[in-house]
């Protein structure tokens, strides 16, 4: 794990933050991954909620996507169910193309798959890359299903050429479907590695 900057345990002084990892991937990686109790992560009641940032990704491969998975204390499958929903709005560089959708990319219903969090980006073309905010509440709550949300930012394009670039803005949300406490997460691509991205890891407290 590296740094860039100030170290962890940085605490935002207006949002009650405190920053608890910061991983940077420079070059093809096949996940981040952070788990209750190594280094100075916790998922613990510390926090009543997490976020994570995520700047400038990109994957090794074109039209990638960059998802998340959780699991509980012991298991090593991330694959918690989970359901979500999610919607998006894209401008074409253009002007050629403008809508408000169903992002069916960011839907599932009762998953064991990764969630997405921000939409196919480009690997191959300078210049284009991917943003998102997700944020999951109490994970280690042992009384009700985990729920979350997302809001991505990306600039994609389908051929190569500026013509046919798009700015999409989506958010989603939804639950994973366990009871259980949260105590692992991982950031991956639905397939092959991630190239580049910063990945930032804040616990919020509740005593702002």
Same mark, same amino acid.
């Given at each position: 794990?590296?740094?860039?900057?100030?170290?962890?345990?940085?605490?935002?002084?207006?949002?009650?933050?405190?920053?608890?990892?910061?991983?940077?991937?420079?070059?093809?990686?096949?996940?981040?991954?952070?788990?209750?109790?190594?280094?100075?992560?916790?998922?613990?009641?510390?926090?009543?909620?997490?976020?994570?940032?995520?700047?400038?990704?990109?994957?090794?491969?074109?039209?990638?996507?960059?998802?998340?998975?959780?699991?509980?204390?012991?298991?090593?499958?991330?694959?918690?169910?989970?359901?979500?929903?999610?919607?998006?709005?894209?401008?074409?560089?253009?002007?050629?193309?403008?809508?408000?959708? %169903?992002?069916? =990319?960011?839907?599932?219903?009762?998953? *064991?798959?990764?969630?997405?969090? +921000? $939409?196919? &980006?480009?690997? #191959?073309?300078?210049?284009?890359?991917?943003?998102?905010?997700?944020?999951?509440?109490?994970?280690?709550?042992?009384?009700?299903?985990?729920?979350?949300?997302?809001?991505?930012?990306?600039?994609?394009?389908?051929?190569?050429?500026?013509?046919?670039?798009?700015?999409? %803005?989506?958010? =989603?949300?939804?639950?994973?479907?366990? *009871?259980?406490?949260?105590?692992? +997460? $991982?950031? &991956?691509?639905? #397939?092959?590695?991630?190239?580049?991205?910063?990945?930032?890891?804040?616990?919020?407290?509740?005593?702002?």
């Amino acid at each position: 794990m590296s740094y860039i900057g100030k170290s962890p345990r940085t605490v935002h002084p207006k949002a009650g933050k405190v920053l608890l990892a910061r991983d940077l991937v420079s070059s093809s990686t096949a996940n981040v991954t952070w788990t209750h109790g190594t280094g100075d992560v916790v998922f613990d009641s510390t926090y009543i909620a997490y976020e994570i940032v995520s700047l400038n990704f990109e994957p090794v491969t074109d039209e990638k996507l960059l998802q998340i998975q959780w699991d509980t204390s012991g298991a090593t499958s991330y694959a918690q169910n989970h359901t979500s929903a999610g919607w998006r709005c894209l401008n074409r560089w253009d002007g050629g193309t403008q809508n408000v959708e %169903n992002d069916i =990319s960011m839907n599932s219903h009762n998953s *064991t798959d990764g969630q997405n969090i +921000i $939409r196919s &980006s480009e690997g #191959s073309y300078a210049g284009y890359y991917g943003y998102s905010f997700f944020t999951l509440f109490n994970p280690s709550n042992t009384t009700y299903t985990k729920i979350f949300m997302n809001d991505l930012l990306t600039s994609d394009t389908g051929n190569n050429t500026y013509a046919q670039s798009y700015s999409i %803005n989506g958010y =989603s949300g939804g639950y994973v479907h366990t *009871t259980s406490a949260l105590t692992t +997460i $991982r950031l &991956s691509c639905n #397939s092959g590695n991630i190239d580049q991205g910063e990945f930032h890891l804040y616990g919020i407290k509740d005593d702002f």
